[in-house]
């Protein structure tokens, strides 16, 4: 399978602990994106690199989150000190930059599920 | 800022029905616009895409969506529902100006349902 992978699929945490997600995009693809998405509601921009440059943080990140993509590959989300508030789908996407940034063409992974008890 | 509001999170339609899921974007200048559909836990996969070429733009699985300027709107639409349509339907803005890096602005989502 050659698509965007996410792992965990499901993470359920206690108020408090830190969680870590991770992103495998599409081997190709230069920029990778982090969104998050809560129940009924459509997918929020976070953050996005571009190989291993983050570009572009949203104010939804807090303090309490950050993300890498030390080699330009991989890239990881790690919440610390997690709250409630924290519940949600976090999607990951990647592109091209010569053909997805203008054109939106977004690849999608499945998503890293989020429960904080 | 500018946003996109689809109108109606739930959409129930008979098979072999019409279509039509609405959205509307806000901008002085037109964006980029895009439908985005998430099967049940599964990743959005882009349906089709409107980057200031044709106005009328045709899609996978038989959908198609109208750019408006005038209305400001691009719904959705497909001529007769399938089954496998049942999904969760994002319409999402690339706003002007365009490079902003792939920071799409998502609708809240239409939840489509299909009767038998």
């Known amino acids: 399978d050659t698509g965007v992978s996410q792992d965990p699929r499901h993470k359920i945490t206690k108020r408090g602990q830190n969680v870590t997600f991770r992103c495998d995009p599409i081997?190709?693809?230069?920029?990778l994106y982090w969104y998050r998405q809560t129940l009924g509601q459509g997918p929020e921009f976070l953050t996005y690199?571009?190989?291993?440059?983050?570009?572009?943080k949203s104010r939804l990140l807090s303090d309490r989150f950050s993300a890498e993509r030390p080699k330009g590959s991989f890239s990881t989300l790690e919440i610390q000190r997690t709250e409630q508030g924290d519940s949600a789908m976090y999607l990951c996407?990647?592109?091209?930059?010569?053909?997805?940034?203008?054109?939106?063409?977004?690849?999608f992974g499945e998503g890293s599920r989020l429960t904080v008890l | 800022a500018q946003s996109v509001t689809q109108l109606g999170s739930h959409v129930s339609v008979s098979e072999g029905a019409l279509v039509l899921l609405r959205c509307n974007y806000s901008?002085?200048?037109?964006?980029?616009l895009f439908w985005y559909v998430q099967y049940p836990n599964q990743g959005l996969q882009l349906l089709l895409k409107?980057?200031?070429?044709?106005?009328l733009v045709k899609g996978i699985n038989g959908f198609e969506a109208e750019f408006k300027k005038s209305e400001t709107s691009f719904h959705l639409t497909k001529p007769s529902a399938h089954m496998s349509d049942a999904a969760e339907y994002f319409c999402?803005?690339?706003?002007?100006?365009?490079?902003?890096?792939?920071?799409?602005?998502f609708g809240q989502g239409t939840e489509l349902s299909v009767k038998p």
């Open positions: 996407a990647s592109s091209l930059i010569t053909t997805g940034w203008l054109s939106g063409e977004l690849f």
């Open positions: 081997s190709e693809h230069n920029r």
């Open positions: 690199f571009q190989n291993e440059a983050q570009l572009e």
């Open positions: 901008s002085s200048v037109p964006p980029y």
């Open positions: 409107y980057t200031s070429a044709a106005t």
């Open positions: 999402a803005v690339n706003p002007f100006p365009y490079n902003q890096g792939g920071k799409l602005i």
